[in-house]
């Protein structure tokens, strides 16, 4: 019998800590990005719940299915779970998975406060959806949560306060992490440079988030004052002025919708070099595109007021400062297909979704440039061509890009190789369905039907009907690929260490599944 422990014995220790307190108590990059993952797939399926609500009440003419209050309940509910609830997390889940693998680091720099920032989420998700159960039900002043509208609101809105503070630490949290550990923990000759976009597009997020997080969470708290301790910012008969409220949320909120998008650019960056076989074209104006896109984001935030009343100086700054996001956005475009031109091109379940991603997010691009225009914009306000618009960059263009990404590395993550059919039955059925849905939205916007109502003049009936149609085989397509994450976890084929011919990267030269403990001796890069 030995009298040295084992890990000693070996000079490392290997053991893999199991049950319920792995879990709970784990450091370990890996373990909490799936974490993130199946946080934010839950979240998912929650919002989508509540989406389907929402569209099966809009079937027809007339209140069926709910309440008028409870509608707006499940409108702005739906949309703090998805932004906050499954698009944000699902994207940290990738960065805690990838940027070590990507980088050749051991983990992430702060390993501790990883754990912390994401066991803040479900007690938040809690409050959120259990606002529900409160007398007066969850807060029912639309997602940006506009005064005087949220001054007025029951429990449910300190609840849904309280909530966004907490997952707004958390994100800061995770932010601060990524940064140290992109800056800091390259394996030796990653210059800045050389390191794959997907880490690019993350640090340049991460700066996003720690920048514009405190500003919400001060927008809120003004909020929070106003309605319980006298004060009254946003209260015009106190002397407060409402339309501050939407100058301070959408200085937070317009970065924010780049918060969602940059990572997705970063994805899809990966996924269509591997598949068309070829270096991504343009490199350095790929990371340039991307910070200046951030950078541009911080300065359009009123065109979401157009209709408040600025001076025209005001408007035509707004207006032509949103137009020129369009020129990075634009060359991000370009170089994938460049990219792609002339590539050996195959079309595994990856980069259908990030083709397909390419396509609509294009068009929700362009929709976005009409609703740049400010004398036009007035015609589109509040109307669902908004709504329309704004699913096509967030549905078919964060969404997409995380199936992409999902179907790309899950060969890493698990060591098996999914069910390619029915990944590729679960794309088309997405992508028709995604089309049926939010297509129809655009003629409902432009023939004049607002957004954010349970009932309809009779005229929208056709197109309702038919986005109704489109929601519920959008929603039960995401099943698929809850069946095919179980599956490939499961079993199935053995996934080579690089499962894709044309894949490049560290993340490629570990076993597949990545072992849980990964470049304890940091990989050399020439």
């Known amino acids: 019998m030995s009298a040295v422990p084992h890990g000693l014995e070996h000079g490392h220790d290997h053991h893999q800590p199991s049950g319920l307190m792995r879990w709970i108590t784990t450091t370990n990059h890996k373990d909490i990005g799936t974490m993130y993952l199946i946080f934010s797939f839950i979240m998912f399926l929650s919002g989508g719940v509540m989406a389907l609500t929402i569209r099966a009440e809009l079937f027809q003419p007339g209140l069926q299915v709910v309440q008028p209050e409870f509608f707006n309940q499940l409108t702005t509910m739906h949309g703090l779970v998805m932004v906050f609830g499954a698009i944000m997390p699902a994207f940290v889940g990738f960065a805690n998975w990838q940027i070590p693998l990507m980088i050749g680091a051991s983990d992430m720099a702060f390993a501790r406060m990883n754990n912390w920032s994401f066991w803040l989420l479900p007690p938040a998700a809690l409050l959120l959806v259990g606002s529900f159960f409160v007398p007066g039900g969850a807060t029912a002043a639309g997602w940006t949560l506009y005064a005087p509208l949220s001054i007025q609101m029951g429990m449910g809105m300190d609840m849904a306060i309280f909530a966004v503070h907490i997952m707004g630490i958390s994100s800061i949290m995770g932010a601060i992490n990524i940064v140290v550990t992109v800056l800091n923990m390259r394996a030796p000759g990653m210059t800045l440079m050389k390191m794959p976009l997907f880490c690019w597009t993350w640090l340049i997020t991460a700066y996003l988030l720690i920048a514009v997080m405190p500003v919400l969470a001060g927008a809120v708290t003004m909020i929070l004052t106003d309605r319980h301790f006298g004060t009254s910012f946003f209260n015009a008969a106190g002397g407060g002025d409402p339309v501050l409220y939407q100058h301070v949320f959408w200085f937070f909120g317009h970065p924010e919708v780049y918060i969602m998008i940059l990572p997705a650019f970063g994805i899809v960056s990966q996924v269509i070099p591997t598949f068309a076989r070829k270096p991504l074209f343009g490199y350095a104006s790929m990371v340039y595109a991307t910070a200046s896109i951030a950078i541009l984001s911080f300065v359009v935030w009123a065109h979401h007021m157009f209709t408040t009343g600025m001076p025209v100086t005001g408007t035509l700054f707004f207006m032509y400062a949103t137009m020129l996001i369009a020129v990075p956005t634009g060359v991000k475009v ?152 179980i599956k490939c976890v499961r079993g199935g084929e053995k996934a080579a260490a690089k499962p894709w011919e044309g894949a490049e990267g560290l993340e490629w030269t570990v076993p597949s599944p990545a072992p849980y403990h990964t470049f304890e001796e940091p990989p050399v890069v020439r």
């Open 334 to 485: 370009f170089n994938w297909i460049a990219t792609m031109w002339r590539g050996s091109m195959t079309f595994e379940t990856p980069m259908l979704f990030s083709v397909g991603f390419l396509f609509v997010f294009t068009m929700g691009g362009f929709t976005g440039l009409m609703c740049a225009i400010a004398p036009a914009d007035i015609q589109y306000q509040d109307t669902y061509f908004v709504v329309a618009h704004f699913h096509y960059v967030l549905v078919a263009g964060s969404l997409f890009a995380l199936f992409s990404g999902a179907y790309y590395w899950l060969p890493k993550w698990t060591g098996h190789m999914y069910d390619e059919r029915l990944g590729k039955v679960h794309f088309w059925c997405s992508i028709i369905f995604f089309n049926i849905t939010f297509f129809p939205m655009h003629f409902l916007g432009l023939a004049g039907m607002p957004r954010r109502i349970p009932d309809y003049n009779p005229m929208f009936a056709d197109f309702n009907a038919m986005a109704t149609i489109g929601a519920f085989g959008f929603g039960f397509s995401q099943l698929i690929l809850l069946y095919v994450v």
